[in-house]
């Protein structure tokens, strides 16, 4: 089975939620902490691959097949999306073609004729049909995005194929059924769209795979010189077809029509959705053509874009380089018809207000105070939150707000818990938190204050005892102080300071040596320290040491064994 056009590479993912929060239409799911792409609800719109921080978020090889086309079949033509203007920048088209044609390519044809006949016959379908809202059919992301999350519009693309299938049309009338055609391209959803029709594009690749192509072949485009004879595009150069790539480029090519039209240009999915809502309200007589775009400012800011100059300059190219005309054939012959349907596999399901209440109130989230809305778990609202954990998209860890209580009482109750007492304190030797017991073993007066203000958070350590040199000592230096015995008055501590964060956070253990159970855990743990040290000498000299160490080996296990006993006799 093949791989869609983006997958995730388990390994790489860091559960960082940003695929979740940057996807516009949430077709990411979270298990066992990593991100997967809901296959059926992706667009393929690709702008995961561009921000996913660990690059865990990949673009399906076309390399090795485009290859592999080119070594099985005799004729195998590139189609050049019209962005290549922009994208390899000061390189003359013949050097391009020149180059891609080293590579073992019969020869190379720009995708942007495709887009001229496109044009032409949605002019024509748009003066034959009655008023109303049409939108055009070039740009992949927009058709999938309307396919499956605004169905209701599916009636309102212009029935025609997009430029790409339409250009694979005008290469197989004109060098035969059996040429094999490969796409390139800054679009990762021309991949989708390939699948979708094997028959016309064998292979999809993007600019990117063209230069790492390029490159591996020690092609170098500076060393090509440039208008050699058979460097040129066929059948010829296209014309009006090459401002595709921009926001409004289709409209550009497009005549003044005989009856009222009003063209409207949007890019950027975010608008496209705004764009679309309540566009079925429209009840004029006038009609309306939206050429939608997916990528902000068109093609030329494609997911698999090379460049990343600015978009004017970008715009500006192609607008400087584009050749001005009418399609030179019109390949009336050639059917470009098409009829868009509603996606099967999207399913939508409306939850009940219980059944969402209920969901939230897994990750603490009973009230409307308690919607913080902050995004951490990647999706706008807890409510949508609860809706993804409803359908089996998101998991409770992943709020962070509920996660980050729950850490907090898990330390708090271990915090308590441990009898031994227990310090927190920041760089600025001030208290971060403590546990009961340790308030116990510092005295009545500290005991009392932490009644008032458990934790005593902010409090300066100097203030409640009189052993701020070991903290300070371990803060700067951060070498940790092990069961070091601290006098006070009439009492003997044994304190270990340990690293959380090194010269920023650390973590005191406080144990009152007159208190039975440390004394003879302490004295145990010595003993056993005496034995170890001691018969590891007497390894070593045994001969020297002869009945004294079996004498001194054994009074010591004696005193460990009494101990031993008397834990036995205490009644339970």
């Given at each position: 089975?093949?791989?869609?056009?983006?997958?995730?590479?388990?390994?790489?993912?860091?559960?960082?939620?940003?695929?979740?929060?940057?996807?516009?239409?949430?077709?990411?799911?979270?298990?066992?902490?990593?991100?997967?792409?809901?296959?059926?609800?992706?667009?393929?719109?690709?702008?995961?691959?561009?921000?996913?921080?660990?690059?865990?978020?990949?673009?399906?090889?076309?390399?090795?097949?485009?290859?592999l086309?080119?070594?099985?079949?005799?004729?195998?033509?590139?189609?050049?999306?019209?962005?290549?203007?922009s994208?390899?920048?000061?390189?003359?088209?013949?050097?391009?073609?020149?180059?891609?044609?080293?590579?073992?390519?019969?020869?190379?044809?720009?995708?942007?004729?495709?887009?001229?006949?496109?044009?032409?016959?949605?002019?024509?379908?748009?003066?034959?049909?009655?008023?109303?809202?049409?939108?055009?059919?070039?740009?992949?992301?927009?058709?999938?995005?309307?396919?499956?999350?605004?169905?209701?519009?599916?009636?309102?693309?212009?029935?025609?194929?997009?430029?790409?299938?339409?250009?694979?049309?005008?290469?197989?009338?004109?060098?035969?059924?059996?040429?094999?055609?490969?796409?390139?391209?800054?679009?990762?959803?021309?991949?989708?769209?390939?699948?979708?029709?094997n028959?016309?594009?064998?292979?999809?690749?993007?600019?990117?795979?063209?230069?790492?192509?390029?490159?591996?072949?020690?092609?170098n485009?500076?060393?090509?010189?440039?208008?050699?004879?058979?460097?040129?595009?066929?059948?010829?150069?296209?014309?009006?077809?090459?401002?595709?790539?921009?926001?409004?480029?289709?409209?550009?090519?497009?005549?003044?029509?005989?009856?009222?039209?009003?063209?409207?240009?949007?890019s950027?999915?975010?608008?496209?959705?705004?764009?679309?809502?309540?566009?079925?309200?429209?009840?004029?007589?006038?009609?309306?053509?939206?050429?939608?775009?997916?990528?902000?400012?068109?093609?030329?800011?494609?997911?698999?874009?090379?460049?990343?100059?600015?978009?004017?300059?970008?715009?500006?190219?192609?607008?400087?380089?584009?050749?001005?005309g009418?399609?030179?054939?019109?390949?009336?012959?050639?059917?470009?018809?098409?009829?868009?349907?509603?996606?099967?596999?999207?399913?939508?399901?409306?939850?009940?207000?219980?059944?969402?209440?209920?969901?939230?109130?897994?990750?603490?989230?009973?009230?409307?105070?308690?919607?913080?809305?902050?995004?951490?778990?990647?999706?706008?609202s807890?409510?949508?939150?609860?809706?993804?954990?409803?359908?089996?998209?998101?998991?409770?860890?992943?709020?962070?707000?509920?996660?980050?209580?729950?850490?907090?009482?898990?330390?708090?109750?271990?915090?308590?818990?441990?009898?031994?007492?227990?310090?927190?304190?920041?760089?600025?030797?001030?208290?971060?938190?403590?546990?009961q017991?340790?308030?116990?073993?510092?005295?009545?007066?500290?005991?009392?204050?932490?009644?008032?203000?458990?934790?005593?958070n902010?409090?300066?350590?100097?203030?409640?005892?009189?052993?701020?040199?070991?903290?300070r000592?371990?803060?700067?230096?951060?070498?940790e102080?092990?069961?070091?015995?601290?006098?006070?008055?009439?009492?003997?501590?044994i304190?270990?300071?340990?690293?959380?964060q090194?010269?920023?956070?650390?973590?005191?253990?406080?144990?009152?040596?007159r208190?039975?159970?440390?004394?003879?855990?302490?004295?145990?743990?010595?003993?056993?320290?005496?034995?170890?040290?001691?018969?590891?000498?007497?390894?070593?000299?045994?001969?020297?040491?002869?009945?004294?160490?079996?004498?001194?080996?054994?009074?010591?296990?004696?005193?460990m064994?009494?101990?031993?006993?008397?834990d036995?006799?205490?009644?339970?």
């Amino acid at each position: 089975m093949q791989l869609r056009p983006i997958y995730t590479e388990p390994d790489n993912c860091q559960d960082c939620y940003k695929c979740i929060r940057e996807c516009p239409v949430k077709a990411i799911r979270m298990e066992n902490n990593q991100a997967s792409i809901i296959e059926d609800r992706c667009i393929y719109c690709g702008h995961c691959t561009q921000v996913c921080p660990t690059g865990a978020k990949k673009i399906r090889d076309g390399l090795t097949r485009a290859k592999l086309t080119l070594t099985q079949n005799p004729k195998v033509i590139l189609s050049l999306a019209p962005s290549y203007v922009s994208e390899f920048e000061g390189v003359h088209s013949s050097v391009l073609i020149a180059a891609i044609k080293r590579l073992g390519f019969t020869s190379v044809s720009e995708t942007a004729l495709g887009a001229e006949i496109v044009t032409d016959r949605t002019e024509k379908f748009l003066e034959e049909a009655e008023s109303g809202v049409y939108i055009s059919s070039a740009c992949p992301v927009v058709v999938e995005y309307i396919r499956k999350y605004s169905p209701d519009h599916v009636r309102f693309i212009t029935p025609i194929i997009s430029p790409m299938l339409a250009h694979a049309k005008i290469l197989k009338q004109l060098y035969g059924e059996d040429v094999k055609i490969v796409f390139a391209g800054p679009c990762i959803c021309k991949k989708l769209e390939a699948d979708y029709f094997n028959n016309l594009v064998d292979v999809v690749i993007t600019f990117k795979d063209l230069k790492k192509w390029f490159e591996q072949s020690d092609i170098n485009l500076k060393n090509i010189a440039p208008n050699q004879p058979e460097a040129r595009f066929v059948p010829y150069r296209s014309g009006m077809g090459a401002y595709y790539p921009i926001e409004g480029g289709m409209l550009k090519g497009m005549q003044e029509d005989k009856k009222q039209i009003h063209h409207m240009a949007f890019s950027e999915l975010s608008t496209v959705k705004d764009v679309l809502k309540e566009l079925d309200s429209h009840r004029e007589n006038d009609s309306i053509f939206l050429e939608l775009l997916a990528c902000k400012g068109g093609c030329i800011n494609g997911p698999a874009k090379l460049s990343h100059i600015s978009p004017a300059l970008k715009r500006y190219e192609i607008i400087h380089q584009s050749e001005l005309g009418n399609p030179k054939d019109d390949f009336k012959n050639i059917d470009l018809q098409i009829l868009f349907c509603k996606d099967p596999h999207v399913q939508d399901h409306t939850y009940t207000e219980e059944e969402i209440k209920q969901a939230m109130a897994v990750v603490g989230k009973t009230g409307p105070e308690d919607e913080l809305n902050c995004s951490g778990c990647g999706y706008d609202s807890c409510r949508d939150f609860a809706i993804a954990m409803l359908e089996g998209r998101a998991e409770e860890n992943m709020c962070v707000s509920y996660m980050r209580k729950i850490a907090h009482d898990k330390a708090t109750v271990l915090l308590q818990k441990i009898p031994a007492g227990v310090l927190l304190v920041n760089s600025e030797l001030k208290v971060v938190d403590m546990n009961q017991s340790c308030a116990t073993l510092m005295g009545e007066d500290i005991a009392s204050i932490y009644e008032v203000d458990p934790g005593l958070n902010g409090v300066a350590l100097k203030n409640i005892c009189s052993y701020e040199d070991l903290f300070r000592a371990v803060l700067t230096t951060g070498k940790e102080i092990i069961e070091r015995q601290v006098r006070e008055e009439d009492r003997t501590w044994i304190i270990s300071i340990y690293n959380i964060q090194p010269h920023r956070l650390v973590f005191g253990l406080l144990q009152d040596l007159r208190e039975p159970y440390v004394r003879k855990e302490w004295m145990l743990e010595k003993t056993q320290e005496v034995i170890k040290k001691h018969m590891e000498t007497v390894q070593q000299v045994a001969c020297l040491l002869g009945e004294n160490a079996a004498f001194t080996d054994a009074t010591l296990r004696t005193v460990m064994e009494a101990y031993k006993k008397n834990d036995q006799k205490k009644p339970l």
